[in-house]
């Protein structure tokens, strides 16, 4: 009965001794200046600082081909038995604390950062956008508002066909796997802020991926960002406008051979249509390596247009020809006719009627081939 006694009081005062032992908040504030609590906690508790990770998105952004932009909340939860402070001295339902920007310079954080970041931005408007909750327990959470560019290579060389992974990489700047440990949050790693704004692709998923430094020096996390580009704008923006282009290329051999003009300016003005839209697609896909899917489609339309004005020059050039033997042999003209009809005449009236019937064919089994491979790369 008297161990029971004992051992009941001994379990009041330590718990409720511990309880009256913490500071209030004003007290724990008053001695942020004093105390060294921005020496890291593992110099006080001895133990390797545990740092939860949670991304928070609010947009994805495809920069470049090779290039994304992405805006995220980098959240980042640890305890610091230091800041343990005693919750009934708060006077709010929320019971924790948001420090002042001022303020928590004076106290620990993580010093984590994007490693194969191109560029990264911290935004501070209209005031840095970043806060510290701390709670009576002594656990920190950390928000941070970043927009980071990465490197995401595109591997597809079907494009604008196909999936692309972007890996992304965040590591601590300063501190060892000794010192502290990376881990992502287990409950949602990744979340997503309202509606999900992605543009010009659509994201498939995030998920984690295993981070293991060659040297096993500095703890890091790693996440990969499937994305699917939008292939519509492609359509519309490129393959829509060729396909029209070639159209023209073909009607342009039904106008009259006598229409010189008419058919060189036509003949000219697709193929210069083309050579505007190689520019587009080569500024594009610069700095890639490889043939891409959207480049041999435009080189064939820029061989089919080129065509078309060969067939032309070709025929009138035929025609001519024979207009200037004609002109030449008028007195003769029934022993004249005779031969021209068998060797230039028929020869340059079936050229181009053939070049007609053939020029589409050509087009759409190259259509039937392009759509029946690329459709499915990945």
């Known amino acids: 009965m008297h161990v029971s006694q004992n051992l009941g009081h001994a379990i009041f005062f330590s718990v409720f001794g511990t309880l009256t032992a913490l500071p209030s908040w004003e007290q724990l504030e008053a001695n942020l200046t004093r105390r060294n609590f921005d020496l890291p906690p593992w110099i006080h508790t001895g133990q390797i600082t545990q740092v939860r990770t949670q991304l928070l998105f609010t947009y994805i952004q495809s920069v470049t081909l090779t290039e994304l932009a992405s805006s995220f909340h980098l959240i980042q939860k640890w305890e610091d038995v230091r800041l343990q402070f005693d919750a009934s001295s708060l006077n709010f339902a929320g019971k924790y604390v948001l420090m002042d920007l001022d303020k928590y310079v004076m106290i620990w954080t993580p010093d984590s950062y994007v490693s194969n970041a191109i560029s990264e931005v911290q935004h501070s408007v209209t005031k840095p956008n970043v806060f510290i909750r701390v709670y009576p327990n002594g656990t920190l959470v950390k928000s941070t508002r970043l927009t980071v560019h990465t490197p995401c290579p595109l591997t597809s060389q079907g494009f604008p066909r196909g999936s692309q992974s972007c890996e992304v990489t965040i590591e601590s700047y300063t501190y060892s796997s000794t010192?502290?440990?990376?881990?992502?949050?287990?409950?949602?790693?990744?979340?997503?802020?309202?509606?999900?704004?992605?543009?010009?692709?659509?994201?498939?998923?995030?998920?984690?991926?295993?981070?293991?430094?060659?040297?096993?020096?500095?703890?890091?996390?790693?996440?990969?960002?499937?994305?699917?580009?939008?292939?519509?704008?492609?359509?519309?923006?490129?393959?829509?406008?060729?396909?029209?282009?070639?159209?023209?290329?073909?009607?342009?051999?039904?106008?009259?051979?006598?229409?010189?003009?008419?058919?060189?300016?036509?003949?000219?003005?697709?193929?210069?249509?083309?050579?505007?839209q190689l520019v587009g697609v080569v500024s594009i896909g610069n700095g890639l390596d490889g043939v891409l899917a959207i480049d041999i489609w435009i080189a064939v339309c820029m061989l089919f247009t080129i065509m078309a004005l060969c067939v032309f020059a070709v025929v009138h050039n035929m025609k001519r020809r024979r207009d200037k033997a004609k002109s030449k042999y008028q007195e003769n003209s029934e022993a004249v006719e005779d031969n021209e009809r068998s060797c230039c005449q028929i020869q340059h009236g079936k050229l181009q009627n053939i070049f007609r019937v053939v020029y589409p064919f050509l087009f759409i089994s190259f259509n039937i081939g392009y759509w029946a491979y690329f459709i499915n790369i990945d």
């Not at 659509?202 to 430094?213: F, G, L, R, Y």
């Not at 060659?214 to 829509?240: A, H, M, W």
């Open 179 to 276: 010192e502290i440990s990376l881990t992502w949050d287990q409950t949602s790693p990744f979340c997503y802020k309202g509606e999900f704004s992605t543009r010009g692709l659509s994201v498939t998923n995030i998920k984690q991926n295993s981070c293991k430094d060659t040297t096993n020096e500095y703890p890091c996390l790693k996440y990969d960002v499937g994305i699917v580009r939008d292939f519509s704008q492609y359509i519309l923006r490129i393959y829509v406008p060729s396909l029209f282009i070639v159209i023209l290329g073909w009607l342009s051999m039904w106008i009259d051979k006598a229409q010189v003009g008419a058919r060189t300016s036509l003949g000219v003005l697709c193929v210069l249509s083309i050579v505007t």
